[in-house]
């Protein structure tokens, strides 16, 4: 499990297939927590009109045997900037990916999307209920009202 990224220069990968994802062991086995990331600034292209989308990404898990790399995360969500899919493929996506991959106890993803014409959509996934034991704070971005 020896990060790929951490300490390395690293371009960024061109799309989010070629991204590698770095797993470390969880420094905390055996406890329920929780770990959130916010990505306020997400971007992917529309699949239709190659015109960029943008969210506001909140992804919680709670760890089993290892946690992601931030850095990995940060390049493999800075890859979907040239990728062109619908908000629900690149939200779900990007749940079931990390999902599969590190094998949390569970994990959440809210997109929060930004209007274009004039529609906010925000997609949300799980793998399954919470742990019981599990604190779990509300995501927090507010309905669409400039999200800011």
């Known amino acids: 499990m020896t990060p790929k990224h951490l300490g390395q220069t ?12 770095d797993y470390v062991p969880n ?10 990331f916010a990505v306020p600034e ?7 009109t190659a015109q960029p989308d943008f969210a506001h990404l909140v992804i ?15 390049l493999f969500l800075g890859s979907f900037r040239n990728h062109q899919a619908f908000h629900e493929d690149c939200t779900v996506g990007i749940g079931e990916r990390l999902f599969g991959e590190m094998q949390p106890l ?3 993803i809210g997109g929060y999307w930004y209007p274009r014409g ?3 959509i ?5 793998s399954g209920p919470p ?9 927090d971005v507010p309905g669409y009202r400039g999200r800011g």
């Open 118 to 120: 004039g529609i906010p």
């Open 60 to 74: 919680d898990y709670a760890p089993a045997a290892t946690i992601v790399e931030s850095k990995s995360l940060k």
């Open 122 to 126: 925000d997609v949300f996934w799980q």
């Open 10 to 21: 690293s371009a960024l990968p061109a799309s989010p297939e070629d991204a590698v994802l």
């Open 27 to 36: 420094p905390r086995p055996g406890r329920t927590y929780l770990v959130r």
């Open 106 to 108: 569970w994990l959440r």
């Open 42 to 48: 997400f971007t992917s292209l529309c699949p239709v």
């Open 131 to 139: 742990p019981a034991d599990l604190w779990l704070p509300s995501q």
